[in-house]
């Protein structure tokens, strides 16, 4: 199993752009979740999915948009790319249930000038 | 949202000491998960605790659960040098998971 794979590991964009964060996992888990983790800031949440079809805000959704098509895939996509937003980003997957921890992805580092 | 803060935000010791970081919530968890996450990687799953009082080892490491379930603590003993990193607690409150500011454990040979 390949657990949480977020493509791509760096990326630089300019004031405006917009981009898409990947995120794919292979153990068939219900839960996905988008993290932003800032020096001293921890790890923020901006989007959630509890399954196929089904998403919902975070902490700090704005700027972002995501999507659900499938179990395996959950996107992150960043509208217009804001100075703001540069940050590292974690993708994180578990079953459906309390009593599961996460498994995150290797993250996305991204730079916004 | 739900708040948990954790303390201290940064911790330094000799190795060979003892380490210990604490998370505090305003509110009765449900349940606490900690996490390591090592310099450039990205956060692990340690251990989740959810019965009021619980107490789990995990080697070196021993996590506790408040009787009140508001705070929770990890203690390291006799840190080594592969302790390095930051130490996360988190807790849900329905769907949503919120994680401590954690704590950074630099480890001094």
């Known amino acids: 199993n390949a657990g949480v794979t977020q493509t791509p590991k760096f990326q630089v964009l300019k004031t405006g752009q917009s981009m898409t964060l990947q995120c794919a996992q292979d153990?068939?888990?219900?839960?996905m979740s988008w993290y932003r983790q800032d020096p001293g800031m921890g790890l923020r949440l901006i989007h959630y999915s509890v399954g196929a079809g089904i998403t919902d805000q975070g902490e700090v959704p704005n700027g972002y948009n995501v999507s659900r098509s499938t179990t395996e895939d959950f996107p992150l996509r960043l509208l217009s790319a804001a100075p703001s937003q540069t940050s590292v980003y974690f993708c994180a997957s578990s079953p459906w249930g309390e009593k599961y921890g996460y498994t995150f992805g290797s993250g996305t580092r991204l730079t916004v000038v | 949202g739900q708040q948990v803060m954790q303390i201290p935000q940064y911790q330094h010791v000799q190795e060979g000491e003892d380490f210990t970081t604490y998370c505090n919530s305003s509110?009765?968890?449900?349940?606490i998960q900690w996490y390591k996450q090592r310099p450039g990687g990205h956060p692990v799953f340690l251990i989740q605790?959810?019965?009021?009082?619980e107490v789990k080892k995990q080697k070196r490491l021993t996590f506790q659960f408040g009787e009140a379930k508001k705070n929770s603590s990890l203690h390291i003993t006799a840190t080594q040098t592969t302790d390095v990193g930051t130490y996360f607690c988190?807790?849900?409150?329905?769907?949503?998971?919120?994680f401590g500011t954690g704590t950074s454990l630099t480890v001094i040979p």
């Open positions: 509110t009765t968890l449900s349940n």
């Open positions: 605790l959810v019965k009021s009082g």
């Open positions: 153990m068939n888990h219900e839960y």
């Open positions: 988190a807790a849900n409150t329905g769907n949503q998971f919120y």
